[in-house]
Structure formats: C-alpha cells, structure tokens
Antibody, heavy 122, light 108 residues
Framework: QVQLVESGGGVVHPGRSLRLSCAAS????????MVWVRQAPGKGLEWVAL????????SYGDSVKGRFTVSRDNSKDTLYLHMDSLRPEDTAVYFC???????????????WGPGTLVTVSS | DIQMTQSPSTLSASVGDRVTITCRVS??????LAWYQQRPGKAPKLLIH???TLQSGVPSRFSGSGSGTEFTLTISSLQPEDFATYYC??????????FGPGTRLEIK
C-alpha cells in the first residue's frame, strides 16, 4: 500500500535552514508528481511546492519562492524540501503528498503523509 | 494569482441534515477542483476530484458539482464522523495549486 513518511522537522532559529524528507513506498515513485503542503497552527492548508516525476519542473507558492527548494531522488524514492532563511511564519506542519494519476500535475493529492512539525523560534 | 473563497466559514448542523458548502474561484479552473476533509491532527483526505468524481471508498452521501468558477460540496445526510473541516482546492496547472480557506462543520 502507498505510504509517505515525512521526517526532519524540529525547532530552528529564524534565518537558519532545515531540510525535510519524505520517504515513499508502495508505488512507482518516479512516475508521480509530488507536492508539499503546510498548515500553520490553527490555520488552513497552504500549497508550498510541486515537482514533476523527473524533477525537471518545480513550482512554488509565493510565500516560499526564492527560499525553499523542492527536489527528489528517484533512486531512493525520497522527496525533499530544503528550507532557507526560515521565518517564524514558516512554523507549520509540513505534509508531503502524491497526486492521484501518474505523469500529470493536473491531478488532486490523493495520498498524504502524517506530517512533520517545523517550529521557527528564537 | 487565483483567489479562492469558501462559504460559509463555519456551519452548524445536526446529524441527518443536508448541508452544502460553496467554493468560488477568481478565474475559471474548468473542472479541476477537489474537495478534502480534514479531522483535527490528521492529514487531509481526498473526497472528490474533477469537481464531481467521488474518490473510491468515500461514502455516496458526499457529492460535488460545478464548473468554471463556482463549485459546491453537498453532504446529503450528516453522520457523526462528518464533523470536520472541509477545503476546496484548484489544481489547474504547475503553478496553480490553491486551497480555499476552509469550512468548519460543527455539531449544532
């Protein structure tokens, strides 16, 4: 069965960097668009980043553009989110998700990990 | 940027009620609209995609309709497990993934 498990969250000072990982299993990772979505405490869902199956196309939400980088290692079935210049407003649970259909970005997010909490605080 | 609104932001209802949540999008997204349910402390769950296609395993009391810029999610007869927060999301392109602000469905 499809499984996604995020890791790498924790407490970090403002201005510092952090890398999140999402380990995937139960499907052919290299054929699916993957996304990162975050949720600040008590707030709604916010799309963060998307990456195509081969990693050639990446896109970002406006609030993280220029600071966050999404990548993937298809040989390790792992998705990453490298976060630089972290701000207190980046504090959130970060979810990775797989879209429903292979090879297309025009597909809803069907499978989700449980999320990992990132807290940016001095 | 595409803007999304949901109404109402909070909905109070009772078990057995029929409820409808509306999602409006600032520009046409054709049918590329999904609905998610999220319970506290859990990841979102996909209920409906392509505006009206029920995801496998989701009870038939959930239904979606609409196209272009206005969409609705209807729950025909509320069950206790349906009290949660609901989000719409448009997914019409690489840089065009946006969630609505959410509708909290609470027990009256």
């Amino acid at each position: 069965q499809v499984q996604l498990v995020e890791s790498g969250g924790g407490v970090v000072h403002p201005g510092r960097s952090l890398r999140l990982s999402c380990a995937a299993s139960g499907f052919t990772f290299s054929t699916y668009v993957m996304v990162w979505v975050r949720q600040a405490p008590g707030k709604g869902l916010e799309w963060v980043a998307l990456i195509t199956p081969d990693g050639s196309i990446k896109s970002y939400g406006d609030s993280v553009k220029g600071r966050f980088t999404v990548s993937r290692d298809n040989s390790k079935d792992t998705l990453y989110l490298h976060m630089d210049s972290l701000r207190p407003e980046d504090t959130a649970v970060y979810f990775c998700a797989r879209v429903d259909e292979p090879w297309t970005s025009i597909s809803a997010a069907l499978y989700w990990g449980p999320g990992t909490l990132v807290t940016v605080s001095s | 940027d595409i803007q999304m609104t949901q109404s109402p932001s909070t909905l109070s209802a009772s078990v057995g009620d029929r409820v409808t949540i509306t999602c409006r999008v600032s520009q046409s997204v054709s049918l590329w609209l999904a609905w998610y349910q999220q319970r506290p402390g859990k990841a979102p769950k996909l209920l409906i995609h392509k505006a009206s296609t029920l995801q496998s395993g989701v009870p038939s009391r959930f239904s979606g309709s609409g196209s272009g810029t206005e969409f609705t999610l209807t729950i025909s007869s509320l069950q206790p497990e349906d009290f949660a927060t609901y989000y719409c999301q448009q997914y019409s392109g690489f840089s065009l993934y946006t969630f609505g602000p959410g509708t909290r469905l609470e027990i009256k």
